[in-house]
């Protein structure tokens, strides 16, 4: 009998044993899996360069430079061999990247508090990107990995520094793929011809991609002559060698607007990296349009391009299966977050973002917008860019998504592509200054820029917007910081100080918008007290809800609150 027991034992143990063995194999197998390597570079040399001081704010690293502007935001620009590119770019901005890197992932955990989800997440986005680099052009491949040998040891529990920065510009798509975070919903436009004021070709966007205050802080405008291609200008952040807003010395400008995506199986080529190719190698329209059908992503999008030898401008719409060009019908463009081109008229998963997402409601107000300010000039493309009212010029809330100007805007950019002329808006948002750029001298003796000659137009930057002094500025700014307790105090289910008094207060600050009173609902039904609660939800469902599926959440807690009632 004790002959047996041992047996059985010690087969037990030989079980346990190889079922270890099958999971250490599989997982071996699986970091395996998920690991890029960086590509291989035969020229390093590029390793031993120096950053020196020239003076505050103001650093040389080879035949690069960075310097931080009056306005506060940082102007680089970049030259050499892709990686002698990203090394510099690397070093310049260590600390930019530093703090790129921390805002994002702090956002990141606000988003997703949980521990063990982070953990599952970070993993599932490995297996997801373990091809990334298949799709990824092996010169942006060498820029970014010039840049992680400058990336932060503090993050390596997430990845190697490569494998971490080549994610990252996968973000947007990401980002907008998972689209109930919300986390993108951009804008833009382009006149030309009787519709501007000159008869050139001007083109304003918003990029409305949040990440939070911290993330939009250090906003970088790169300049940026590679050994290959175009020189050009983009506005990024540290780390980040795609484009998202930018303008080539050809006067070939490419903004991005996220449509909406299925969640995708597998990785393929970022958009911003596709923006980028285009920015880099592209002088026409039909140029742009070659590089993005040739291009696989996995993600659908919009990409604005105007260009100065076409002298207008036209929207390539992209999903992961199929590539359209949408032509003007006359001399301006509108582009929010649907497809419109005959292509995409059928197309189920555009159908649906057109009726449940705020674009088609943006994007009729954008038309409301240009048809009251034709013909366009600088001044009101601005305007336009930080119109914060809803149809008809109604006030639906400060931080709408059905507005132009949500006020959550990383940048705003306007181009005059045949004047090689750019302005880029300051903080806040896009209601500071938008200070302009002129890409000719810029691009004509990048030496003397960095010298010290001004390379702003002073005399052409706009003038910050009025709100900004105004009470309901003040409001708003209030309005976030009672958001951000409020949100604590649901999410805690604790109760408030004084609670009465300060959802008042809450509500007053920004009582238009359905957020107000939804947040006021959702802290009453978390007190259990289902009477008040329905009382700010039924209030927030008179307001304009940008969202279908944020107003049938407020359906179901309403109905939730009347199970309650009847309980009681």
Not at 64 to 76: H, P, Q, Y
Not at 298 to 322: M, N, Q, Y
Not at 420 to 425: E, F, Q
Not at 543 to 563: D, F, G, L, S, T
Request: hydrophobic fraction near 40%.
């Amino acid at each position: 009998m004790q002959s047996k027991n041992r047996q059985r034992k010690y087969m037990a143990v030989r079980i346990l044993i190889i079922v270890a063995a099958i999971l250490l194999v599989l997982w071996a197998w699986f970091i395996i899996a998920i690991t890029i390597n960086p590509p291989s570079v035969s020229d390093r040399s590029a390793d031993t360069l120096k950053v020196s001081t020239i003076s505050k704010d103001f650093t040389r690293c080879g035949q690069s430079w960075l310097k931080k502007d009056t306005a506060g935001f940082w102007l680089m620009y970049l030259k050499g061999s892709p990686y002698e590119r990203g090394v510099a770019n690397g070093k310049l901005s260590q600390m930019l990247i530093y703090e790129q890197e921390k805002a994002f992932i702090g956002q990141i955990r606000k988003m997703i508090p949980s521990v063990f989800y982070l953990h599952f997440l970070k993993y599932f986005i490995y297996w997801f990107n373990r091809d990334l680099d298949a799709y990824i052009p092996l010169e942006y491949q060498k820029e970014i990995f010039g840049i992680s040998h400058s990336a932060s040891p503090d993050f390596s529990y997430i990845g190697s520094n490569y494998q971490r920065m080549l994610n990252y510009h996968s973000a947007h798509d990401i980002g907008h793929a998972l689209e109930q975070l919300s986390l993108v919903g951009c804008t833009s436009f382009g006149a030309w011809g009787t519709a501007s004021s000159d008869g050139s070709l001007i083109l304003g966007r918003n990029f409305d991609f949040f990440m939070g205050d911290e993330f939009a802080r250090n906003k970088i405008i790169c300049f940026e002559q590679p050994d290959s291609g175009y020189a050009f200008m983009m506005v990024t952040w540290g780390g980040m060698i795609g484009a998202v807003s930018g303008m080539n010395e050809q006067g070939l400008t490419v903004t991005i607007n996220a449509a909406r995506s299925a969640i995708p199986y597998s990785a393929r080529m970022p958009i911003s990296l596709l923006a980028r190719e285009i920015l880099q190698y592209a002088s026409t329209i039909s140029e742009a349009y070659a590089i993005a059908e040739g291009c696989h992503t996995f993600v659908s999008e919009s990409l604005l391009i105007g260009s100065a030898k076409d002298r207008r401008a036209e929207v390539i719409e992209k999903t992961p299966f199929k590539t359209a060009l949408r032509e003007p019908t006359g001399n301006t463009i509108l582009c929010a977050n649907h497809f419109q081109s005959s292509e995409f008229a059928r197309d189920s998963m555009n159908l649906m973002n057109i009726r449940e997402n705020a674009s088609l409601y943006r994007y009729k107000r954008l038309q409301q917008d240009i048809a009251g300010k034709l013909p366009l000039d600088v001044g009101k493309t601005a305007w336009i860019l930080r119109d914060r009212a809803g149809m008809n010029g109604v006030n639906i809330g400060m931080g709408n998504e059905k507005a132009m100007n949500q006020l959550i805007a990383h940048h705003s950019v306007i181009f005059k592509p045949e004047e090689k002329l750019v302005w880029v808006s300051t903080g806040p948002w896009q209601l500071g200054a938008y200070k302009c750029f002129d890409l000719k001298k810029i691009f004509h003796n990048f030496a003397a820029s960095e010298q010290g000659v001004n390379i702003e137009v002073k005399a052409k930057e706009i003038p910050p917007d009025i709100f900004l002094k105004s009470p309901g500025f003040r409001a708003f700014i209030e309005f976030r910081a009672m958001k951000r307790i409020l949100q604590e105090y649901i999410a805690k289910g604790m109760v408030l100080p004084d609670e009465r008094s300060f959802i008042a207060a809450f509500i007053h600050t920004n009582q238009e918008f359905y957020e107000s009173w939804f947040l006021a609902g959702e802290y009453f039904f978390r007190q259990k007290k289902p009477l008040e609660s329905r009382l700010y939800l039924y209030q927030a469902l008179k307001c304009e809800v940008p969202r279908w599926q944020e107003k049938q959440k407020i359906i179901r807690r309403i109905a939730e609150c009347n199970i309650r009632l009847k309980k009681n």
